[in-house]
């Protein structure tokens, strides 16, 4: 079959050109009819002879409006087709459109959300930059520490001061509110002295406390040399040794359960120690903490899920030494850190069971 055949077909099936054609074929039946009828008549182009075809004339004119009539129907219908497959293909690209249109919107919203994590980022990572330069300038009052030592020996004033002045503290309350059963309080700590395997050979006299004692709490607080009797050497034992020994649960005696309820798990003394020493030292970590906030805080506001929030979190927790997570945690535990408190509270990667080994919390 040739193409021009082929090409034909293609065309005469759309159903428009169907109608088109009946309508030709029927325009050309109108004017073929008359004329076919004049010359089968076999009449001359005379005044007689229109004049004798007068009748024939207004049956041909009849039929032949009505087959023009006819014809008109079939391009109505086939303008109709035509319209309808316009409104096709106008309905088919209005629905391309909105199919575009929403890839559009759905590409906007990458790129847009491509956007607000590269800035999230940069002003994260940003903040971390500013975080680390404000650790680089830290100063100690009164010393000449700088950066991150200043952080360590924060800590080491606070353990110390823990050490020495809070369990000086805890001897001196004990001595008095047992001033009326000193020998009591005597035999209790013999007891519990006596017990001890790493104090050395050091001699424990319950007259020599005793003595001492009293002499603290009722009489002349100084010695026969004029010094300050102090209640540690009353007791003759240092923080190390006593925590070590309350620490083994095989050491059962009344004085280590009541120092261990009075002092050790006592959060008062604590406080004071971490109150005083920074007051002291001037407050040295403020804008460290406020710093610490501030981009957990930049976290915690984000439209990120819960667990891309710990991710970032966990990356600027990731810098942190060992003295900056038990300081920070000083800070929660030991101070009116509420806002810090509830971020570690609700975060997993802020919630590290990570301190130094002598922390006292």
């Given at each position: 079959m040739s193409i021009e055949k082929k090409t034909f077909k293609k065309w005469f099936k759309d159903n428009e050109n169907k109608w088109i054609s009946f309508g030709i074929i029927t325009i050309c039946l109108a004017i073929l009819m008359p004329?076919?009828?004049?010359?089968?008549?076999?009449?001359?182009?005379?005044?007689?002879?229109?004049?004798?075809?007068?009748?024939v004339g207004d049956f041909l004119g009849g039929s032949t409006v009505g087959l023009l009539s006819l014809a008109s129907i079939f391009f109505i219908i086939s303008t109709i087709v035509m319209q309808r497959k316009e409104l096709e293909l106008q309905r088919t690209e209005l629905q391309l459109t909105r199919v575009e249109l929403a890839k559009s919107n759905e590409q906007y919203e990458i790129t847009n959300h491509t956007m607000k994590l590269q800035q999230f980022e940069t002003?994260?990572?940003?903040?971390?930059?500013?975080?680390n330069n404000l650790i680089n300038d830290l100063k100690l009052f009164g010393e000449e520490y700088r950066g991150r030592e200043v952080i360590v020996m924060f800590y080491e004033d606070i353990l110390n001061y823990y050490k020495k002045e809070s369990l000086e503290s805890y001897?001196?309350?004990?001595?008095?509110?047992?001033?009326?059963s000193l020998e009591e309080l005597a035999d209790e700590y013999a007891a519990f002295y006596n017990s001890l395997k790493n104090v050395g050979n050091r001699h424990f006299s319950q007259g020599t406390f005793l003595?001492?004692?009293?002499?603290?709490?009722?009489?002349?607080?100084?010695?026969?040399?004029?010094?300050?009797?102090?209640?540690?050497?009353?007791?003759k034992i240092t923080f190390d040794?006593?925590?070590?020994?309350?620490?083994?649960?095989?050491?059962?005696?009344?004085?280590?359960?009541?120092?261990?309820?009075?002092?050790?798990?006592?959060?008062d003394f604590k406080e004071t120690a971490f109150n005083i020493v920074n007051d002291q030292k001037k407050y040295p970590l403020s804008n460290y903490i406020k710093s610490v906030k501030t981009i957990i805080r930049l976290v915690d506001q984000s439209n990120f899920d819960?667990?891309?929030?710990?991710?970032?979190?966990?990356?600027?927790f990731s810098q942190f030494t060992l003295h900056e997570i038990t300081i920070i945690n000083y800070f929660i535990k030991l101070s009116e850190e509420n806002e810090l408190k509830a971020y570690f509270a609700?975060?997993?990667?802020?919630?590290?069971?990570?301190?130094?080994q002598d922390s006292i919390i």
């Open positions: 004329t076919t009828i004049f010359f089968a008549s076999d009449s001359r182009l005379t005044a007689d002879s229109f004049s004798k075809l007068g009748t002003t994260f990572f940003n903040m971390i930059q500013m975080h001897f001196q309350r004990l001595l008095i509110r047992n001033r009326e003595f001492d004692a009293e002499q603290f709490v009722f009489g002349n607080s100084y010695d026969e040399l004029m010094q300050p009797i102090k209640p540690i050497t009353i007791f040794e006593l925590k070590a020994n309350v620490d083994m649960s095989m050491v059962d005696y009344q004085f280590s359960i009541r120092i261990r309820d009075e002092f050790f798990n006592n959060m819960f667990n891309s929030k710990n991710k970032y979190l966990n990356i600027f609700k975060y997993d990667s802020l919630n590290t069971k990570e301190k130094l």
